[in-house]
């Protein structure tokens, strides 16, 4: 019972409140805003309610979309130049996970008070920064409401911003905006939400009593409707789940860091710029066994959430939820072989190296990683 606990000092979740970030963009005393997006969500229309709420709300805006996965520093410079030249005084991000951390840095670089090598790392990105309001279009990094932002950093390599000052305004939860996501798009960044509240769950340092309650109730709305979101993308109350399961696996993640998963995924990600919720999903089933002697009484206890029904010893539990998740990405229709991203047996050293300089994550998994281990683990999956 010691522990401190951080999150948005607002969120809003109702169908349709995408077309409410204009007010709330007036609330925080904005007159002009950049949104920050990718062209796939804007051509997608996903941006319309958002607009006209804008203008309704006689905010001027300007839009860069030029954010791609695993974004490198230079988009993190191009999106603060564009801001700047609108005199944005907030920032909206509006589309997946990388386009929410973008959106965070915008806001946080802008004022220049500090330059982007300079807050590398936890607790450095000291602000301010400008009023922010984020808002998901995928089920998965929960990235609306954690204190985190990636950033590609050169070639196998990403560097985390972590610290409260990104932590947004506003998280604004709209699971209309999430209606045409494609089912294997849906599949993946499903499984990375899971894979946050396990990892928060497990996780060795900072483990809390609200991460865990979060984490648990996030797993119980991921597991219950990941097969009917895929099924059925248009099952509103399904999207609806998933998006707040997600962002309930976020906070979970954001107060209990994530661990051996991630480190792993991570350079599967930069390098074959694999999409983050598949990079997680390729690398989960093996960091479970691997961690199953070390976590058999955590995963016991997860077990009947993601099946319900579950009963056995811890032992019996344990092999249930690994088992459970090693299946999951195969009933989805998901890629499980890192052999087919691209990977071979000669690009192992070299993602193993990687995943070893990530070192904020690994110290947070319950059982030591090493560099064999990482190959291991590759190995096991390729």
Request: aromatic share 4%; charged share 15%; glycine share 10%.
């Amino acid at each position: 019972m010691n522990f401190e606990f951080q999150s948005p000092r607002s969120t809003l979740v109702a169908r349709g409140a995408s077309g409410r970030v204009g007010e709330l963009a007036g609330r925080l005393g904005c007159k002009t805003v950049l949104i920050v997006t990718d062209q796939g969500v804007r051509r997608a229309g996903l941006l319309a309610a958002a607009e006209r709420s804008l203008q309704e709300a006689g905010v001027a805006f300007e839009i860069y979309d030029e954010v791609q996965a695993d974004p490198a520093e230079s988009v993190i410079h191009a999106a603060v130049d564009a801001a700047r030249a609108c005199g944005a005084q907030g920032v909206i991000g509006l589309g997946g996970g990388s386009s929410l951390d973008v959106a965070k840095l915008v806001a946080l670089l802008l004022p220049g008070h500090q330059r982007l090598d300079q807050v590398y790392g936890v607790g450095l990105a000291v602000g301010p920064r400008l009023p922010l309001i984020l808002v998901p279009t995928t089920a998965g990094t929960g990235s609306e409401v954690t204190p985190i932002s990636l950033v590609t950093t050169g070639e196998g390599e990403k560097k985390g911003v972590v610290s409260p000052v990104i932590i947004p305004d506003w998280a604004v939860l709209d699971a209309e905006l999430t209606l045409g996501l494609p089912a294997p798009v849906t599949a993946a960044t499903g499984v990375d939400a899971m894979v946050h509240a396990i990892e928060a769950y497990t996780s060795k340092r900072l483990k809390n009593l609200v991460s865990d309650c979060l984490a648990r109730e996030a797993l119980r709305l991921l597991a219950g409707n990941i097969h009917e979101a895929c099924r059925n993308g248009s099952n509103v109350q399904a999207r609806e789940n998933m998006l707040l399961g997600a962002m309930l696996a976020g906070l979970s993640f954001a107060n209990a860091p994530v661990a051996a998963v991630h480190a792993l995924a991570y350079p599967v990600g930069a390098r074959f710029h694999v999409p983050h919720g598949l990079s997680n999903s390729l690398v989960l089933p093996a960091v479970l066994r691997f961690n199953a002697p070390a976590a058999e009484g955590l995963y016991a206890e997860l077990a009947p959430i993601v099946v319900p029904g579950a009963r056995g010893t811890a032992a019996e539990l344990c092999a249930t939820l690994v088992r459970y998740l090693g299946e999951l990405p195969v009933e989805l229709g998901l890629k499980t072989r890192l052999s087919q991203v691209g990977i071979a047996q000669a690009d192992l050293e070299a993602l193993a190296t990687d995943a070893m300089k990530q070192t904020r994550l690994l110290i947070n998994n319950p059982r030591e990683v090493a560099y064999s281990d990482a190959y291991a683990i590759y190995a096991e999956v390729l």
